[in-house]
């Protein structure tokens, strides 16, 4: 059987990371904190010298076995890019949520910002969807929805 067990997210700040999707989004910290070094961790990753610290968040709505939202932030790292929606790779995480323009609100509190508008579409086939596309502290992308 295959289960999807996490998404890693590199953060410039993991803490503060850490804290804006546990207070925004309800994520509850699971295990231990990691420090993650040496001959093991840089054959792992294929980068000499590669140190991270961070630690694993539980997601809302899927119980104590759901999935894992990783935030590591590295020693040593690159520059980071702009957001985009349209970059190939993974582009945004999305969390739906019961009022998405309070969400949004609470989001711009913590040091998130806009990205997009809000909008509300009519899906075929599926309903109706209003959403925003925002950035967290750091700029990574996320997405508010509600299915109405």
């Known amino acids: 059987m295959i289960r999807y067990a996490h998404t890693n997210l590199i953060a410039k700040d993991w803490q503060r990371l850490v804290d804006f999707y546990t207070r925004v989004f309800d994520c509850v910290p699971v295990s231990s904190q990691r420090d ?71 989001v711009i509190r913590e040091g998130g910002r806009d990205l997009g508008q809000l909008v509300t579409l009519d899906i075929p086939g599926a309903g109706r969807l209003t959403l925003i596309y925002l950035c967290d502290p750091e700029g990574n992308i996320v997405e508010l929805q509600r299915w109405h």
Request: aromatic share 8%; glycine share 12%.
């Open 36 to 106: 993650h070094r040496g001959p093991l961790f840089e054959a792992l990753t294929g980068i000499p010298g590669a140190h991270a610290k961070g630690c694993h968040l539980r997601l809302p709505g899927h119980g104590e076995g759901g999935p894992t939202l990783e935030i590591f932030q590295y020693v040593e790292q690159e520059p980071s890019l702009q957001p985009s929606l349209i970059r190939p790779g993974f582009a945004h995480v999305a969390f739906e949520v019961p009022d998405v323009e309070a969400k949004r609100e609470e």
